[in-house]
Structure formats: structure tokens, C-alpha cells
């Protein structure tokens, strides 16, 4: 079945660093590509997509590209703030699943410092 | 305007009891989701409408029961609440659930706690 694999957290890192999240997937087909982000207390919010090979979404000085030949689509900052501390999950909609059910990786937390 | 919202956002209660969760979406989609999620933030989805027609039954004890009076509304009742119940519990909605193109959106969730 469909399944998302995204690297353990907490990530700790001090502001202005540089942040990468991995993600790799396993899909029958050519799924959508999701990063949300769930600020604490809050619900989860859709922070970038893509939705064919090489496509690139971006966000807020977020960036991921889907790379069909790794199964990849990490999630990476280049200077992050104490603001972008939350959890951030990793997710894919396959379309063979007609009704375009989301699958989640297990989320990574992301803990800035200043 | 609120486009998906839960209600309540607290809920504790003791084993044993039943209670509902209530999901409104003001967006027009047509399908809404009911999500878990643990302790250890893993969401689970676990079920799913399309126009008041039930889509997706995942693997859910049959104490939970999803009610769709209309598309814009989604319930969640919970009966014989157990201590393995205390998550939080996200409503979504999404337009195109065929591709799934864009997304879901989310309600800021109900944290249910049991007794």
C-alpha cells in the first residue's frame, strides 16, 4: 500500500540555519504531493504541494521538489525563524485511490532557538 | 469566517460515556474526512464522506459512528468512550477528492480526553 517515510524529530536548530526534512514515498501510480505544518495547539495547514515530476512547490521561504526517480520530496528552509517551530508531516494523495485520501509520514518536530 | 470548525474544542469525560463531536465547513466541498491523531502526532483517517454518502471506513471499532446530515456537516459520536479514545480529533474537508490535487483543509481540532 501507499506509505510516507519522513526522518524522527525533534529537529533542533538555532534561527537563521539552514533546514531540510526528509521524505520518500511508496505509491502505485503518480500521487500529489503534500507538506502541512501544525503550529502548537492549532490544526494542520497546508504549507506547499506538487503535483507531477519535477514540480517544485514553495511557501513562506519554504521549498520541495517531487523527484519521481528518488520517490523523494524533502521539505527545505534556508534560514529558518523561531516563528517555523511546529511539526511539519509529509503526505501524498494517490490517484488510483479515487476518493484522493491523504496518506501521512509519522511528522517530524521542528524546534528553532534563537 | 471560520472555514472548518470543530466543536467543542476540549472535551473531557469519564470511561464509559458517550459524546459527540460536531463538524461544520462553510467552503462548499463536497467531501469531509474525520482524522486521529496520538500523542505522538500519527494521523489516522478514519473516515470519510462525499455528499452524505459514507466513502472511506477504515479499520474503526463500530463505537464510532459518523453522521452526515448534509454535505456541509460531519459528526462524530462516540459511544462507551474508552481511555484509548484520548486523542485529538481533526475534521477536514477537501473539493476534489478524486486527485486529491488540492489538499484538505482543517479544522483546529477537539481534544478528547477520557477519564
Known amino acids: 500500500g501507499d506509505s510516507v517515510t519522513q526522518m524522527e524529530g525533534p529537529v533542533t536548530l538555532s534561527e537563521e540555519a539552514f533546514l531540510t526534512i526528509n521524505c520518500t514515498y511508496t505509491?502505485?501510480?503518480?500521487?500529489?504531493l503534500f507538506w502541512y505544518v501544525q503550529y502548537p495547539g492549532e490544526g494542520l495547514q497546508l504549507l506547499l504541494k506538487a503535483t507531477k515530476a519535477d514540480d517544485k512547490g514553495s511557501n513562506k521561504g519554504f521549498e520541495a521538489t517531487y523527484r519521481k526517480e528518488t520517490t523523494s520530496f524533502h521539505l527545505e528552509k534556508g534560514s529558518v525563524q523561531v516563528s517555523d517551530s511546529a511539526v511539519y508531516f509529509c503526505?501524498?494523495?494517490?490517484?488510483?485511490?479515487?476518493?484522493?485520501?491523504?496518506?501521512f509520514g509519522a511528522g517530524t518536530q521542528v524546534v528553532v532557538t534563537p | 469566517d471560520t472555514a472548518v470548525s470543530q466543536t467543542p474544542k476540549y472535551l473531557v469525560t469519564q470511561m464509559g460515556n458517550d459524546k459527540s463531536i460536531k463538524c461544520e465547513q462553510n467552503?462548499?466541498?463536497?467531501?469531509m474526512y474525520w482524522y486521529k491523531q496520538d500523542s505522538k502526532k500519527f494521523l489516522k483517517i478514519m473516515f470519510s464522506y462525499n455528499n452524505k454518502e459514507l466513502i472511506i471506513n477504515e479499520t474503526v471499532p463500530n463505537r464510532f459512528s459518523p453522521k452526515s446530515p448534509d454535505k456541509a456537516h460531519l459528526n462524530l459520536h462516540i459511544n462507551s468512550l474508552e481511555l484509548g479514545d484520548s486523542a485529538v480529533y481533526f475534521c477536514?474537508?477537501?473539493?476534489?477528492?478524486?486527485?486529491?490535487?488540492?489538499?484538505?483543509?482543517f479544522g483546529s481540532g477537539t481534544r478528547l480526553t477520557v477519564v
Open positions: 467552503l462548499g466541498h463536497d467531501t
Open positions: 477536514a474537508s477537501s473539493q476534489n477528492p478524486g486527485q486529491g490535487v488540492n489538499g484538505y483543509t
Open positions: 505509491a502505485t501510480g503518480y500521487p500529489s
Open positions: 503526505a501524498l494523495s494517490d490517484p488510483w485511490d479515487s476518493w484522493g485520501k491523504l496518506q
